[in-house]
Every structure is written in C-alpha cells, then in structure tokens.
C-alpha cells in the first residue's frame, strides 16, 4: 500500500493547515463481476482517523462512492508541535497507518 | 415488407445463434433487446432526496445555505470526480461544524463520505475524489454543533458514469 501525506511547509501556531493524503487502494465498490461472473467482494477503506499527539481531531466515513487511490484533502489546527497520525482500515480488515512529525513556528 | 421483417428477424437470431456456437464468445440478444435497454427518462435532478436527506439527518430540518459544493459541470469520466465541500463556520470551540456528508440519489450507495470535524479542524473544508453513476446532482450536508443542519448542492453531468457496468 502505497501512501502519500502532505502538509505545509510551515505550520502556525493555531493556524489550520491543510492534509493532504492519497492512499494506493482499489475501493472495489462490491458491484463489477470477475471473468466468470462472480461477484467480486466489496472492499473499500471504511474509516480514515487523523489524531494529532494522540488526541482525535477529524475522522471520515468513506463509501463506495470514493473513487479508487482515495484522495483527502482536510484541515486541522495545531497547538504545539507534535505528530499527526493517520490511520485507516478497509474491509479487508486491512489497516495502514502513517505518522508525520509537525513542527510548528510562531 | 410486414410479411417480411419476422423472417428477417428470425434468421439474424438464427445467425447469431451459429455464430455463437462456432466461437462460444459472442453473446446472443434475443429480438427486441436493444428497444428493451432504451433508457426511458430519467427522473429530475436531486428527487431521491426526499428520502435521503431525513435518513441522513435522522428527521431535523434542513436550511439550504452555508454550504458550497464545488464539482465540474461536465465529467467526462464517473470514475472519478474531484469534489470540494466548503462550510462558512467561525469554527470556534462555541460555534463549528461538527460533520460533513456528501450524499447522491443515484449511485447505489447514497452516503458517499461522512466527516467528523470538530474544532480543532479550524476550517471545514473537504476535497475529494468521488465516483458518479451518471448525471446527478449532489448535495451535502452540514451539521453545526448547535444542531442546526445546512446544505448545498451541484448538479454534474457525468458522459461515462462509473459503476454497475458490469466490466
């Protein structure tokens, strides 16, 4: 699984920036049929969390409905450098995570 | 020429039948088919919500306003269409969002993606990649933390829609 987060170079005290984040997934919607007619099994990635120094700050329910390789693009605030945690888990029980160190300027 | 057209018929049938059993790949279709895939017209823009938006709001009013839905007019592709979803909110510990929803009356799922904001989000902005099943129009929905829910919607013409294809 390959996965891409991106935040500004530089992050203000209590400033929102912005979180960008693609991850490699099919989000096989559960409705295309393989070669011999069968269903292929739904398994798109459920629920992507971001918490920042542990504390929860923006959570997504995504569906079917989210094109493959999903793309989110989010804000948060930040009080004080710390590190973001993204972590996501699909049907598959599938979970990935990635840390990101955010260091914060006055 | 009436008298003629069920022999014709008949033997494109029995031509495709042949053809099938020499290769085994061709599909057959029976007489008919193709007026039974016209599609008849389309319901009008964003009238499944009537019934969509109570499910997702679990009953409370909705005012339109406060959100902008930013998507393509045209979408050339279904597959994947990049959607932003602005809310006008001080967003302060006293008065934010608290969740995004963007819904669709068409896809077969109509809860596209649901987002928990909360203060420390400091704007609520959302963007985007969404897969469409056809021409539609798209709405979300806001809820602020005093419980008030707000929406916004975009109509987008999807020329190749995703999904339900079959492929």
Request: charged letters at 20%.
């Amino acid at each position: 699984m390959v996965v891409r987060v991106r935040i500004p170079d530089i992050v203000r005290r209590g400033q929102p920036f912005d979180v960008r984040i693609a991850i490699q997934h099919v989000m096989e919607t559960g409705y295309r049929l393989d070669h011999s007619g069968r269903t292929i099994a739904r398994n798109v990635i459920h629920t992507l969390v971001a918490r920042y120094d542990g504390v929860e700050v923006y959570r997504a329910e995504l569906g079917s409905g989210i094109a493959a390789n999903p793309y989110l693009q989010f804000w948060i605030t930040a009080p004080a450098s710390g590190v973001l945690e993204l972590s996501w888990v699909d049907d598959a029980g599938v979970a990935g995570s990635e840390r990101v160190p955010v260091t914060v300027r006055d | 020429m009436v008298a003629d057209s069920p022999m014709k018929g008949r033997r494109r049938h029995l031509l495709a039948l042949a053809l099938a059993g020499g290769s085994g790949v061709v599909p057959v279709l029976p007489p008919g088919a193709a007026q039974a895939q016209m599609p008849t017209a389309p319901p009008p823009l964003g009238s499944g919500y009537a019934l969509l938006v109570p499910k997702a709001t679990q009953g409370a009013p909705v005012r339109a306003g406060r959100v902008t839905v930013d998507a393509p007019a045209l979408a050339d592709n279904g597959h994947s269409v990049p959607v932003r979803i602005v809310v006008q909110s001080a967003m302060r510990p006293d008065d934010h969002v608290r969740s995004i929803t963007l819904l669709s009356d068409r896809n077969p799922r109509p809860v596209i993606v649901k987002a928990w904001l909360g203060p420390r989000a400091g704007r609520a902005e959302l963007s985007t990649r969404i897969r469409l099943n056809g021409t539609q129009r798209i709405l979300a929905l806001a809820e602020m933390s005093d419980g008030s829910w707000w929406s916004g919607q975009a109509d987008v013409v999807v020329t190749e829609s995703a999904c339900l294809d079959g492929s």
